[in-house]
């Protein structure tokens, strides 16, 4: 194995989860998207390195704008024997704009990541718009809708065609709220595989992820860390910093560790499947190897559980439709899906 001079993971001693289809994917995996930071070569590095070091699951988007370039580095390191591509894990998700395209979104992510198959396909956000693709995240977009259940069923039944051809292997959603997955699990033919949602000690869901794991879906967390680096419309004053809880530092001081470490430990041992972000190899190192050694222990696991804030960090102001007040009409706090009547 081609090492770079960091200290390689066997991937054979990083966990893995299982998927209602029998598929299994890696626990933990990396994250691509480089917010306001990172260029596409710089991450396409990044996943190049991380898989000669043992990564085998990478998390893309097609929104993330770096799918071609990860696609020549994921072309590289199976043309060079580091890997095969049936031992990579690699996700890609159709953006909001595509919602009425879902085959040529695929088909395009399959180009730029030069794949003749997607392990998994995930349906974004749950929010049409079809006509203002990058809208400004400062203003309200006159074309953004909100969830309609008979159009995102129209995106499901195509997720599902995709999964018939076997151009996906797994399909899933993202961003969704209970009352959205009972409404598509009344109604979808292929079940969800995951739903990768925001996770971390200071946003557990713990309701959602009972629901999710309960119906057999995989959990897969976005921002395990609580996304330190994340662009400067998603901070408000209110949000906390998980890094910086006292409880995940005493936690991280015990085990000689960073506290971000602890935050990919905790999520494994809990059963989800973090997808941190980093393009240091230190630290994207340090991310993998942590959850093959020196696991926390169920006190430790018991004090994390006590520190949830339910303080989310991707609110989606974005997607807000004209007529919404705030961004938690976007999440069905109160189990009522806003403006859309069932
Ligand atoms: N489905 C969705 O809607 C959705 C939404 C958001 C994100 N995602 C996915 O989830 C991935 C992760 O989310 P995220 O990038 O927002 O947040 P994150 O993984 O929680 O945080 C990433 C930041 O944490 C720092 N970090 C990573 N490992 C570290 C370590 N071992 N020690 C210290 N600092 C460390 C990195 O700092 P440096 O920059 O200094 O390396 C990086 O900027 C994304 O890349 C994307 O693939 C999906």
Redesign the pocket.
């Known amino acids: 194995m081609k090492t770079d001079g960091i200290r390689p993971v066997d991937p054979a001693d990083v966990p893995k989860k299982k998927l209602r289809t029998g598929d299994e994917i890696p626990a933990v995996g990396l ?3 480089g ?1 306001d ?1 990172y260029d596409a070569a710089t991450i396409a590095r990044a996943v190049k390195t991380a898989i000669r070091n043992g990564y085998r699951h990478i ?1 893309c ?1 097609a929104v993330y704008g770096n799918e071609r370039e990860i696609g020549k580095a994921i072309a590289e390191v199976i043309a060079e024997g580091t890997v095969t591509r049936e031992e990579l894990w690699i996700t890609s ?1 159709v953006w909001n704009d595509r919602h009425d395209d879902v085959q040529g979104a695929c088909r395009q992510s399959l180009r730029d990541l030069q794949l003749d198959y997607l392990d998994l396909y ?1 349906v ?2 749950p929010f049409p718009n079809y006509h203002a693709p990058g809208v400004g995240v400062d203003s309200r977009d006159p074309h953004a809708r909100p969830y309609i259940h008979e159009e995102y069923m129209k995106v499901w039944r195509e997720m599902e065609a995709l999964a018939d051809a076997g151009l996906v292997r797994n399909i899933g959603t ?2 969704m709220t209970i009352p959205k997955l009972e409404l598509l699990l009344r109604d979808c033919r292929i079940l969800p595989a995951c739903n ?1 949602m ?1 996770l ?1 000690p200071h946003f557990q869901q713990p309701e959602l992820f009972d629901y999710v794991v309960g119906h057999g879906i995989v959990p897969i967390g ?9 662009p400067e419309r998603d901070k408000t004053p209110e949000d906390t910093n998980p890094l910086e809880d006292p409880v995940i530092v005493g936690i991280a001081e015990r085990h000689g560790v ?1 506290p ?2 602890v935050c990919i430990k905790w999520a494994v041992q809990r059963g989800q499947v973090p ?6 190899p230190e ?2 190192m ?2 993998l190897r942590c959850v093959t050694e020196d696991p926390l222990t169920p006190e430790e696991m018991e004090a994390i559980a006590g520190i949830d804030r339910n303080c989310r960090f ?1 609110k989606g102001q974005v997607f807000l439709w004209e007529g919404a007040e705030s961004w938690e009409d976007l999440w069905d706090a109160d189990g009522r899906i806003r403006g859309w009547e069932r």
């Open positions: 994250g691509t998207f917010s930071n998390d988007a998700k995930l974004h956000w993202s961003n990768e925001e971390h976005f921002c395990p860390i609580g996304s330190p680096n994340r960073h971000a470490v997808i941190p972000f980093s393009v240091k630290k994207f340090s991310n991707i």
